[in-house]
């Protein structure tokens, strides 16, 4: 769309605001190694280009950098400290689903590192407006567990992936087994239009790095057959640098043990393992009330620490990341940058009280111009509460919910 088209004209001066403000974050953060530009060339070179086409390209170094501080800007996220780390693959001239394929088996085999976990970021071809998304995932992470929905309801595997795991059978996804832990196709669109499910990591079984859990004193543990993947890899949130959205960049960083422990294991709308630990190691799970969950809880974290360390893979715990992203905004206080975050995130889902995250708040804010954003899904829904029939009414709801949601494009 031309920039002279008045219904436009918000968007571009947007657009503009936007690219301005990620520019002078990225001066208030140049260092010795720093652009040695001047932002306000670079900002008068990036408002002819809107002029004249409506958008703008970044360079890869405002690509590299931006998606670093589109990690650092992320409020919900205890492991930004780490956001200079950040590996940026710059594939925007990807646009086939060969090519999406490769680069993202790359991604995943680099990742890995040998269990040295490495954090990167692949970027595909930006949104343009009025255009089908050029790349987009219909998966949530690159790796993820299916679900498989029995007659009866109940679900085999991982029910946050109920939904999908239905589509891809559509889609005529034939897998392999039908286990707890059946890995999940990849579903690649090109140009709006989704392409047949690849089942990649059943062709190529050396990208499925997995954790046996066992338990540092039980024994018994083993015989829960439970086992995680080892590098989480989100594949469905939008990078936005200075105003310019990129609807697929999928990035990857590693697990705090809390995630699998507390969440993918316990949630009783997920794997809900609890009343299995608890009869393991013989709690009395007559009542809540004796605790029994917080005390199965504990004992499955440290069995997820211990099996993570005990195979060589990179986790974190929440003491260490709690304690490492204390010193973090204590160290960009000093430097005069306060920084803002999601208390209700950044509080690990066991012991609290016991991380500096509990005893501090946090400025809310969320940096629009920069920064990673939940969006609707490729097919144009929005898919929050997953699961859930796509009625008209229930698309109404999660179209309002977005709306108010500061974390939403
Ligand atoms: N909580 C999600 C999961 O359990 C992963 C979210 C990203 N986590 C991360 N450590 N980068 O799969």
């Known amino acids: 769309m031309h920039a002279s088209d008045p219904s436009s004209a918000f968007d571009v001066s947007r657009l503009r605001d936007q690219a301005h403000a990620f520019l002078e974050q990225w001066a208030a953060n140049v260092r010795k190694n720093g652009p040695s530009r001047c932002p306000s060339a670079r900002l008068q070179e990036i408002e002819t280009e809107i002029e004249r086409t409506g958008t703008y390209m970044h360079t890869p170094e405002e690509l590299e950098f931006g998606a670093r501080l589109a990690w650092r800007n992320s409020n919900r996220c205890i492991g930004r400290h780490l956001w200079r780390s950040l590996e940026v693959r710059d594939c925007r001239g990807v646009r086939d689903s060969n090519g999406v394929e490769e680069a993202l088996r790359a991604h995943v085999a680099d990742a890995w590192g040998g269990g040295r976990i490495r954090s990167i970021i692949t970027v595909f071809a930006p949104r343009r407006e009025g255009e089908p998304d050029p790349v987009r995932l219909g998966n949530h992470q690159l790796v993820r567990y ?64 997995e954790v046996t859990l066992s338990h540092p004193d039980e024994p018994k543990f083993a015989d829960l057959g439970l086992k995680w993947y080892a590098v989480p890899l989100l594949a469905e949130m939008a990078l936005v640098i200075g105003g310019v959205i990129y609807p697929c960049a999928p990035f990857n960083g590693f697990y705090m043990e809390t995630e699998i422990g507390a969440r993918n294991f316990a949630d009783t709308e997920r794997y809900d393992v609890l009343p299995r630990i608890g009869r393991l190691f013989g709690l009395d799970t007559s009542s809540d009330r004796t605790l029994w969950r917080d005390r199965a809880l504990v004992e499955l974290n440290r069995a997820v620490l211990h099996s993570y360390d005990a195979a060589g893979v990179t986790i974190g715990d929440h003491h260490t990341l709690g304690a490492q992203f204390e010193a973090f905004c204590k160290a960009e206080e000093q430097a005069g940058r306060e920084v803002s975050g999601d208390w209700t995130w950044l509080n690990p889902p066991i012991s609290a009280s016991q991380t500096p995250q509990f005893h501090r708040s946090y400025k809310p804010d969320v940096v629009r111009h920069t920064n990673f954003f939940y969006q609707a899904g490729p097919d144009g829904h929005d898919a929050k509460a997953t699961g859930s029939p796509s009625t008209a009414a229930a698309d109404a709801h999660r179209q309002e919910e977005a709306r108010r949601c500061p974390y939403h494009l």
């Open 146 to 209: 299916a679900g498989f929905r029995r007659p009866d309801g109940s679900v085999l595997g991982d029910p946050h992936s109920a939904a999908f795991t239905a589509r891809c059978l559509e889609q005529g996804w034939e897998p392999t087994e039908r286990t707890a832990f059946t890995p999940l196709p990849w579903e690649i669109w090109i140009d709006g239009r989704a392409t047949p499910p690849v089942d990649v990591l059943a062709r190529h079984p050396e990208l499925l790095q």
